[in-house]
């Protein structure tokens, strides 16, 4: 489903952050992509929902060229993939349900499948009861569903998530994984950048490593191979 | 800041409406004037009827000429004597005026280079006309219009900077959530559109204002003037339609100010 070619970022600046990478990844994986502090792994998982895009290579999003999508065809692409951040990007002054509810709002979704939908999924990531409640009435585990109740809302068939348990506990961390367990178990594909080694090595999934821009290693139930 | 930039506007467009009141009437007046410039043509005293009729005859084929009329100096006796006194009938005798010839330039603002083209003809003495003063008019106008003209686009572009400065601090303040709502997918109108609307509120907001004041302004001043200039040349432009398209143009512009603002913010801060 998502296949890169070649894929060479250089930033303005000059740093080169991904130098020719070459991967396949299939609709329904789960995708680690692993390395050290400034590899370029969060440089990767962007240019896949085109927030960045590669100086050269190419990048084939379910037969559409990434790289060389125009502008105005990026909407379309960001709804078929959802994104969940390390520091979770809410809005303080909504409510979990509007959060939720906002992604939905803004690409015009009528509001009775808006109820439907961010009802279905606040239940998924189980925050049924708060719904009400403000981002900073929640634990950060807390937060962290909402966000990603907010990127699989609109049912996208890639969820990418950049270090998704980067800023939370290790008993929230198992949590929160179970939720992205849950959404891959129904049929979407996961590619999520991570420094955990716990979880990458215990809930066994592909392993994608980037070091200096290239990747080292794939592997299909590989373990983390960093120490920390 | 959001009352600045509506103020600018205010500003920019109470100059703009001042100042096409001014040049409008200016320029119906001018055109009055213009309209009231003669060519006396004063006939040569050795020309005698049939020159006279030769060059009758060749200021009507001028296409340039209008309404040539011919008096002779009898006539011209009869009217120096209505205007200035009976003492004047006592030029009867040995008639000192010359035949004239009255015409008028096709295109007024043509009337000093025809009277030169006149001068040239045969059997004529010498050609007058309102020489001088509806240049200088014409001069003032047009001085008037570019120091105009060169002040409203620098308060124009005052006015766009600070709506465009007002808006980017909105874009600044929602910038957490213009991200969400680019990352989710939201059409690059659909982010692009609120802050358009922000600008030409701001537009019209600034226009309500210059308006209302200059709407007020005019009639006050047309019907305060309007009855001193009966029978008068000089008429002040009506009251409509002219206020009413004046008032169009005020908010026209305060829209477009406001949308030219917003645009280049939105350009710039959105990357949309
Ligand atoms: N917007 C940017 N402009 C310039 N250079 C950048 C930019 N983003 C990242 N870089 C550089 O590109 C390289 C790769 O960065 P990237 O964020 O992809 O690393 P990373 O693997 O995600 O690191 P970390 O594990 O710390 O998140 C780094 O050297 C970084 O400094
Ligand atoms: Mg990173």
């Known amino acids: ?228 | 800041m959001t009352f600045a930039s509506i103020s600018a506007v205010t500003v920019t467009l109470l100059l703009v409406g001042v100042f096409i009141v001014m040049m409008m009437n200016l320029n119906k007046i001018a055109t009055n004037l213009e309209e009231d410039v003669e060519i006396k043509v004063l006939v040569d005293l050795a020309a005698n009827d049939a020159a006279v009729k030769e060059l009758e005859e060749k200021l009507k084929s001028n296409p340039n000429l209008t309404d040539v009329q011919f008096s002779s100096n009898e006539e011209e006796l009869e009217i120096m004597i209505k205007g200035y006194g009976e003492e004047f009938a006592l030029y009867k005798q040995g008639n000192p005026l010359r035949h004239v010839f009255y015409v008028k330039a096709a295109t007024p603002q043509d009337t000093a280079k025809v009277a030169k083209e006149i001068e040239a003809y045969d059997s004529t003495y010498e050609v007058k006309f309102g020489e001088g003063k509806i240049e200088k008019l014409f001069n003032v106008l047009n001085t008037g219009r570019n120091i105009g003209i060169v002040l409203i686009i620098a308060l124009l572009f005052t006015a766009m900077f600070l709506i465009s400065n007002t808006i980017r601090l909105t874009i600044v303040a929602r910038r957490q959530e213009i991200e969400i709502m680019k990352l989710v997918g939201a059409t690059n109108n659909f982010v692009r559109i609120p802050f358009l609307l922000e600008g030409i509120w701001l537009g019209i907001l600034g226009a309500l204002l210059p308006m209302i004041l200059i709407t007020i302004a005019y009639f006050n001043l047309y019907d305060y003037i309007q009855p001193k200039l009966e029978g008068e040349l000089f008429q002040p432009l009506d009251k409509t339609p002219f206020i009413f398209q004046l008032n169009g143009l005020l908010l026209a512009t305060g829209i477009f100010i406001g949308v030219w603002g917003s645009f280049m913010s939105v350009r710039k801060f959105l990357k949309v």
């Not at chain 1, 925050?127 to 996208?156: C, D, H, W, Y």
Request: charged share 25%; aromatic share 8%.
């Open chain 1, 1 to 228: 489903m998502i296949k890169m070619k070649n894929v060479y970022k250089k930033y303005a600046n000059g740093v080169v952050a991904t130098n020719g990478i070459n991967i396949e990844i299939d609709r329904g994986e789960f995708v680690y992509v692993v390395g050290p502090s400034g590899a370029g792994k969060s440089t990767f998982i962007k240019m896949i929902y085109r927030e960045e895009v590669p100086t050269s290579g190419e990048i084939i999003f379910d037969k559409i060229n990434i790289a060389q999508l125009k502008q105005k065809e990026v909407p379309q692409l960001r709804r078929r993939i959802g994104v969940v951040f390390q520091d979770f990007k809410l809005l303080p002054k909504l409510t979990v349900y509007e959060n939720v509810a906002f992604a939905l709002e803004v690409i015009e979704e009528t509001p009775e499948n808006i109820r439907k939908k961010v009802t279905e999924v606040l239940a998924l990531v189980g925050l049924t009861k708060k719904a009400r409640m403000f981002p900073n009435e929640l634990s950060g585990g807390e937060q962290q569903r909402v966000s990603i109740a907010r990127s699989i809302v609109n049912q996208p068939e890639v969820v990418i998530a950049d270090e998704p348990t980067g800023n939370l506990d290790p008993e929230t961390s198992w949590d929160i994984m179970e939720v992205f367990e849950k959404i891959n178990a129904r049929g979407t594909t996961i590619i999520m950048a991570t420094h955990n080694k716990e979880v990458v090595n215990t809930i066994r999934h592909r392993v994608v490593a980037i070091e200096g821009g290239i990747i080292t290693r794939d592997e299909i139930g590989g373990d983390y191979g960093y120490e920390q």
